[in-house]
């Protein structure tokens, strides 16, 4: 996975649009198909907890479809990289101690999962409007790129393949 600059007005535009459709998208379907359930299946008198349940799942199991369906949209675009970029972000961290652990020993490719993940986190942070920790990202990130320097190391982050995150499972 590589970083791409991303448009924020409209990667927020789009997420909110996405979600304002699904969260609508769910109410109607769940509605409808527990309304159906009931009127088709049982006599209408006492509690449908089952009956409204199937309905929210099978809502759900519609809206996930739709959603993968049209994933590679151009309107997903921008939603799809940050889904993506946050599930390797998210991997990194399951495996972060391993790989601190490598990059405290200068392993290279320790010290490459480290950076695509601070700048990535950055990203992230940036999008979501998220900046709470970025002074200390930012600090993190320095030290980081000081210790590449300081070893001589070539490490660019768009050298980055999720691939070397293998090595340390």
Avoid: P
Avoid at 112 to 128: N, P, W
């Amino acid at each position: 996975m590589q970083l791409k600059q991303i448009n924020k007005a409209r990667y927020r535009k789009h997420l909110n649009r996405v979600i304002i459709g699904c969260i609508i998208l769910l109410t109607a379907l769940s509605l409808g198909i527990s309304t159906t359930a009931i009127y088709l299946f049982t006599d209408r008198e006492g509690t449908h907890f089952w009956h409204n349940l199937a309905g929210v799942a099978a809502a759900v199991i519609i809206i996930v479809q739709i959603l993968k369906k049209y994933q590679h949209h151009d309107y997903l675009t921008e939603i799809k990289y940050v889904w993506d970029l946050k599930q390797v972000l998210n991997l990194i961290t399951r495996q972060n101690t391993k790989i601190q652990q490598a990059a405290d020993n200068n392993e290279r490719d320790a010290l490459l999962i480290t950076l695509f993940s601070y700048k990535g986190s950055m990203q992230v942070y940036q999008l979501d409007d998220n900046t709470i920790t970025m002074s200390e990202l930012n600090r993190k990130l320095s030290v980081l790129e000081e210790k590449i320097a300081d070893l001589n190391l070539d490490i660019q982050v768009e050298q980055f393949d999720k691939t070397l995150l293998e090595q340390y499972k």
